[in-house]
């Protein structure tokens, strides 16, 4: 394993070692830091950086200790990541009563998802690659399978429900932060609405005209999210 950069290289992560071994050294004097300080650190770093900023140098100053006394506590990057996407999903709330209607209470689960990964903006992007399961995100995953047991669902449909359901607020807030960061150029919005309307005017495209001239809906984020968010869970079968 190669450590020079500071980064740390990603290797296999081993989900019991790390979820349910004793963390940190266990010879030598007891370190002024924790792998709770570590993991907060780094969260901090991807909350106001982005994930391109989290090195374990980076968090090593943060914590003020030196790089190589971290490798105990995260070996890799990799290892690193999977704390802090456990320890974001600590801020889950799984103890609010369900309503014993499936379908609201995963409605609520995904606002609940969204709101987390727009105050992490860099959870959509940490998602996108398989995380192991640690005692945080084994919470909500309780809660929302709870939520499906009203359903016919067997146990593997409803893991599938609740992957689908995370994929979807993933990849929705990542496209709402991009349009987001793309609305702070009206000169750029303005251009592209020019267009469509060009487009859409020279009888080549009959549907994009008819569309764009349909009443319009409330665009704002929430409003947005709660359309498609309706769309997917109203869909959902209850069975195969």
Do not use: C
Request: proline share 6%.
């Amino acid at each position: 394993m190669s450590r020079g950069d500071g980064s740390g290289a990603t290797g296999v992560v081993d989900p019991q070692q790390l979820w349910l071994s004793p963390a940190g050294p266990r010879r030598g004097r007891r370190p002024t830091f924790s792998r709770e300080a570590i993991t907060a650190a780094a969260v901090g770093l991807a909350d106001a950086e982005g994930l391109e900023a989290v090195t374990m140098r980076r968090v090593a100053a943060q914590v003020g200790a030196g790089v190589m006394s971290l490798y105990s506590y995260a070996p890799d990057k990799e290892t690193l990541l999977e704390l802090m996407v456990d320890h974001v999903s600590g801020e889950l709330e799984t103890r609010d009563p369900l309503t014993g209607d499936w379908r609201t209470d995963l409605k609520a689960i995904a606002r609940l998802q969204r709101a987390l990964m727009l105050r992490h903006p860099w959870l959509p992007t940490a998602l996108a690659t398989r995380r192991t399961l640690g005692p945080n995100t084994l919470a909500f995953l309780e809660h929302a399978l709870a939520a499906l047991r009203p359903t016919r669902l067997d146990g593997a449909a409803k893991l599938e429900v609740f992957s689908q359901l995370t994929g979807f607020v993933a990849g929705h807030v990542a496209h709402e932060i991009a349009q987001a960061a793309a609305a702070d150029s009206p000169a750029r919005t303005a251009a592209e609405a020019r267009y469509l309307a060009t487009v859409a005017a020279d009888g080549h495209h009959p549907e994009l005209a008819e569309v764009l001239t349909a009443p319009g809906r409330p665009l704002t984020p929430e409003a947005t999210f709660t359309r498609f968010l309706n769309r997917l869970i109203d869909g959902l079968e209850t069975e195969d």
